[in-house]
């Protein structure tokens, strides 16, 4: 078998969306003639811990876990959160920086974590990962970005290759979000901000092929390194799900008795309910939905602007909030679901958003025939939804289109009438079973040897 050395920082029991794309292909690469060697962290800071998810890694594969140099603690001491806040986006970019240690914390991140607060795993991965092309030589390296720390780990590790066996391991740059500039990446002043465009140009620069998860991140890198992005080969190989997922999942015997519309993953910033809540709270001031006969599930971390928001709601009754829970059950209250909510923030970067969460809600709506009810303006998780015919889609800042959207199903739900439910694309959706998408990185792999 060939083999591949995989640089992720997100790997079990890392829980929560980065984690799934790196593991899907870590679980079928040795069914189709490559045997995955896996470097990641031990005992990392994630946002989220899942155990149950260390139960899909194939038995055969090797993992090298190493120590890291994680900042987060200092950080929750620094803002006085509590030692078990989750540090992701949210506690970083999405909460009230109004305090002076918020606005401290945030400029330390912005000037000296670069590319990002991972940095610190850095030296001891390229040490670890020195041992692995000795003693297991791969065929290809495959770093899966953010962090963007992997990226420059492992265009070291392509580099040393050259100097211990005479010729460069190709490597190929995974990006599932994109880099500076980005509706995630802190605000840095100018020195630091210069520092951070030039590992993302060297590295653009270093990699042999380039794999992104939508379209709008080749057009990112194109405007800002026209030269570099000419001579790249990049490859859109998009998120998915797994079929095998919803093998277990529990399909609910009998209807709910209210309309129930679940959201799974984490909210905050612009990602946020206001905008659905405020005119669904409208439309029972309207006596046009009863308060008593709508739910709404949101299963994850929310930030706490948004806890805050729903705990002052009108509608704070139908809301239940579930916290972060293994992935398989994620997957089980998709499958209760009458719709499930897709929210895509709005922001200049929203085209090329297109979150592992879109898939997940695609396998679910393919079993159940229920839909994605999605709030986003134009872009590439609207152009998957109408490719799929698995969505009802409402464009921001239209509460008039939103009440007719959300009335349509409501109604729909009480009168019994599926008609009024998309006519989902069954063989459109299938495109973006795991599987697949894993023989399409393959075929990338074999490419470059």
Same mark, same amino acid.
């Given at each position: 078998?060939?083999?591949?050395l995989?640089?992720?920082?997100?790997?079990p029991?890392?829980?929560?969306?980065?984690?799934?794309?790196?593991?899907?292909?870590?679980?079928?690469?040795?069914?189709?003639?490559?045997q995955?060697?896996?470097?990641t962290?031990?005992?990392?800071d994630?946002?989220a811990?899942d155990?149950?998810?260390?139960? $899909?890694?194939?038995?055969e594969?090797?993992?090298?876990?190493?120590?890291?140099?994680?900042?987060?603690?200092?950080?929750?001491?620094?803002?006085?959160?509590?030692?078990?806040?989750a540090v992701d986006?949210?506690?970083?970019?999405?909460?009230?920086k109004?305090?002076i240690?918020?606005?401290l914390?945030?400029?330390?991140?912005?000037?000296?974590?670069?590319p990002?607060?991972?940095i610190?795993?850095?030296?001891?991965?390229v040490k670890e990962?020195?041992? /692995?092309i000795?003693k297991?030589k791969?065929d /290809?390296?495959?770093?899966?970005?953010?962090?963007?720390?992997?990226?420059?780990?492992?265009m $070291?590790?392509?580099?040393?290759?050259?100097k211990l066996?005479?010729k460069? /391991?190709?490597w190929?740059?995974?990006?599932?979000?994109a880099?500076?500039?980005?509706?995630?990446t802190p605000n840095?002043?100018?020195?630091?901000?210069? /520092?951070d465009?030039?590992?993302?140009?060297?590295?653009?620069?270093?990699?042999?092929?380039v794999t992104?998860v939508?379209?709008?991140?080749?057009?990112d890198?194109?405007?800002?390194?026209?030269k570099?992005?000419?001579?790249?080969?990049f490859?859109?190989?998009?998120?998915?799900?797994?079929?095998?997922?919803?093998?277990n999942?529990?399909?609910?015997?009998?209807?709910?008795d209210k309309?129930?519309?679940v959201?799974?993953?984490?909210?905050y910033?612009k990602r946020?309910p =206001?905008?659905?809540?405020n005119?669904v709270?409208e439309?029972?001031?309207e006596?046009?939905?009863?308060?008593?006969?709508?739910?709404?599930? =949101?299963v994850?971390?929310?930030?706490s602007d948004i806890?805050?928001y729903?705990?002052?709601?009108?509608?704070?009754?139908?809301i239940e909030?579930?916290?972060?829970v293994?992935?398989?059950?994620s997957?089980?209250?998709?499958?209760?679901?009458?719709?499930?909510?897709l929210l895509?923030?709005?922001d200049?970067?929203?085209?090329?958003?297109?979150?592992?969460?879109?898939?997940?809600?695609?396998?679910?709506?393919?079993?159940?025939g229920k839909?994605?009810?999605a709030?986003t303006?134009?872009?590439?998780?609207?152009d998957?939804l109408? $490719?799929?015919?698995?969505?009802?889609i409402?464009?921001?800042?239209?509460? $008039?289109?939103?009440k007719?959207?959300y009335?349509?199903?409501?109604?729909?739900? =009480?009168?019994n009438?599926?008609a009024i439910?998309?006519?989902?694309?069954?063989?459109?959706?299938?495109?973006?079973e795991?599987?697949?998408?894993?023989?399409?990185?393959?075929?990338v792999?074999?490419?470059?040897?």
């Open positions: 078998m060939k083999k591949a995989i640089i992720s920082y997100y790997f029991p890392s829980g929560g969306p980065g984690v799934q794309r790196v593991l899907k292909f870590v679980k079928y690469l040795p069914a189709i003639g490559w995955p060697i896996v470097l962290v031990k005992d990392g994630f946002p811990r155990e149950s998810l260390l139960q $899909e890694i194939p038995p594969i090797t993992v090298y876990r190493t120590d890291i140099f994680e900042p987060y603690s200092h950080y929750r001491k620094l803002t006085g959160k509590p030692k078990d806040t986006v949210n506690n970083i970019d999405g909460g009230n109004s305090g240690r918020d606005k914390a945030e400029f330390v991140r912005a000037t000296f974590f670069i990002d607060a991972r610190g795993w850095k030296k001891y991965a990962g020195k041992k /692995i000795e297991h791969p /290809i390296i495959f770093s899966s970005s953010p962090p963007y720390t992997c990226a420059l780990i492992a $070291e590790l392509k580099k040393y290759s050259e066996l005479g460069k /391991i190709p190929v740059s995974d990006f599932r979000d880099w500076t500039d980005y509706l995630t840095r002043w100018f020195l630091p901000k210069k /520092i465009k030039k590992y993302e140009r060297t590295t653009l620069d270093n990699a042999d092929a992104i939508a379209g709008g991140m080749k057009e890198f194109e405007r800002k390194y026209p570099i992005a000419a001579k790249t080969n490859i859109l190989l998009r998120n998915g799900f797994d079929k095998e997922d919803y093998t999942a529990s399909v609910p015997n009998k209807k709910n309309f129930t519309i959201y799974t993953g984490s909210m910033g946020n =206001f905008y659905l809540l005119t709270g439309l029972v001031n006596n046009k939905v009863e308060k008593d006969k709508i739910k709404f599930i =949101f994850g971390r929310l930030g806890l805050s729903i705990n002052n709601s009108p509608l704070k009754e139908c909030l579930i916290p972060y293994p992935h398989s059950k997957i089980d209250y998709l499958m209760k679901a009458d719709a499930m909510l895509i923030d709005e200049k970067y929203s085209k090329m958003i297109l979150s592992g969460k879109v898939f997940e809600y695609l396998g679910a709506a393919a079993i159940t839909p994605i009810f709030i303006g134009d872009g590439e998780a609207k998957l109408i $490719e799929t015919n698995a969505g009802i409402t464009p921001h800042n239209r509460p $008039e289109i939103l007719e959207n009335l349509k199903l409501y109604n729909g739900f =009480f009168e009438n599926t439910l998309p006519s989902q694309n069954k063989n459109a959706a299938d495109k973006y795991r599987k697949l998408l894993t023989q399409k990185l393959a075929e792999f074999a490419q470059q040897i």
